[in-house]
Antibody, heavy 119, light 106 residues
Framework: EVQLLESGGDLVQPGGSLRLSCKVSGFSFSSYGMNWVRQVPGKGLEWVAAVRRGGDTYYADSVQGRFTVSRDNSNYTVFLQMDSLRAEDTAVYYC?????????????WGQGTLVTVSS | EIVLTQSPATLSLSPGQRASLSCRASQNIYFQLAWYQQKSGQPPRLVLYEASKRATGVPDRFSGGGSGTDFSLEISSLEPEDVAIYSCQQRYTWPPTFGQGTKLEI
């Protein structure tokens, strides 16, 4: 069974930093791209970042230069380092796996972790 | 960036009725559209990809159609468990983008 479990969400002050983790199991982690998608409670979904199986990374313009996505294939974990946080980064952050069919179809999701940026 | 516009915002129907949800893209995305179902307090679940292909485990009462800029998700006979927000998402151009969602009430 495919499982994704996020952790690291917290309350942080504007300008602060936070590191999210997503531990996965149930599939060959190194063979798939992984993504972070966020959702402001009650609002729509926004793709944030991706790390391909080869390590290439991609970011939404809204987080480019502030967030860093990475992966540890030996520990089946993907990370999202978030720096210079802003109030508008407040959201539930989901880890999502690329489908086998194509990048950017997300066939499995974690339960999400809440990041709140507030003073 | 491609904008996806979903309609209606809210759809209220009865069990057994047919639901039809719409997603319109701001430019041609061919067939590269997915639909997700998100129940209250849960993460999204992939329902359809490539506009019309059902994901693993999705009941056959869910179907999708369309190409280019106009797409639809249909649920042939609504069940109470289908209450959710349904969002479309395109992967044709970077960055991948989502619609704002349609809330389905039963």
């Amino acid at each position: 069974e495919v499982q994704l479990l996020e952790s690291g969400g917290d309350l942080v002050q504007p300008g602060g930093s936070l590191r999210l983790s997503c531990k996965v199991s149930g599939f060959s982690f190194s063979s798939y791209g992984m993504n972070w998608v966020r959702q402001v409670p009650g609002k729509g979904l926004e793709w944030v970042a991706a790390v391909r199986r080869g390590g290439d990374t991609y970011y939404a313009d809204s987080v480019q230069g502030r967030f860093t996505v990475s992966r540890d294939n030996s520990n089946y974990t993907v990370f999202l380092q978030m720096d210079s946080l802003r109030a508008e980064d407040t959201a539930v952050y989901y880890c999502a796996k690329d489908s086998a069919l194509a990048n950017y179809y997300f066939d499995h999701w974690g339960q999400g972790t809440l990041v709140t940026v507030s003073s | 960036e491609i904008v996806l516009t979903q309609s209606p915002a809210t759809l209220s129907l009865s069990p057994g009725q047919r639901a039809s949800l719409s997603c319109r893209a701001s430019q041609n995305i061919y067939f590269q559209l997915a639909w997700y179902q998100q129940k209250s307090g849960q993460p999204p679940r992939l329902v359809l990809y490539e506009a019309s292909k059902r994901a693993t485990g999705v009941p056959d009462r869910f179907s999708g159609g369309g190409s280019g800029t106009d797409f639809s998700l249909e649920i042939s006979s609504l069940e109470p468990e289908d209450v959710a927000i349904y969002s479309c998402q395109q992967r044709y151009t970077w960055p991948p983008t989502f619609g704002q969602g349609t809330k389905l009430e039963i």
